[in-house]
């Protein structure tokens, strides 16, 4: 019974998101090829080449849809990832350059949009004075398969790249 409760949220918070990151006309409207089918939000990898902080950056990565709900995509316990440069945390698929160290991130939560809608991944490193903002990426779904792949802006004294892409749900 908990299982199923527990899967029923899951789905409840899933189309929360959905209607979120879809714009208000899409929203109104179910999902189709002409109003924009659901697409997956795919996590595949991320590379620290050079850290905001030294030692290590604690990392976390959030999805915005665009009314401004945050949403915790990675890790999924609200946490934060300790990287050393070189790190390649890798979800689904490896992008990593060669002589990274790979480690698996684990899970992610997964989230939907439609063609059509938009949304921004950002990574994040925990700071004791503030948060630092590493990489923010602004997706807007065309619809089908879309590569993401983003670098964090040069001259900020720290490097990341973040590897993933939509696909149909």
Partial sequence: MNNILSRVGTLAAGLTLVAALASPAQAAE???AAAG???KIVFGSLQAFDLEESGEDEIR???IGPNGAEYIGWPTNGDEADTKA?????WEYSVCTAGSTERAAGAYKSQ???AGGSFTI???EDDHIGDDLLLRIPVTATGGYQEIDAYSPAGKGFSYRFRGHLEPA
């Fill in 61 to 63: 990565v959030r999805i």
């Fill in 112 to 114: 939907t949009t439609v």
């Fill in 86 to 90: 070189g790190t390649c945390w890798v």
């Fill in 37 to 39: 089918f659901l697409l």
């Fill in 30 to 32: 179910p999902p189709t």
């Fill in 122 to 124: 950002e990574v994040w």
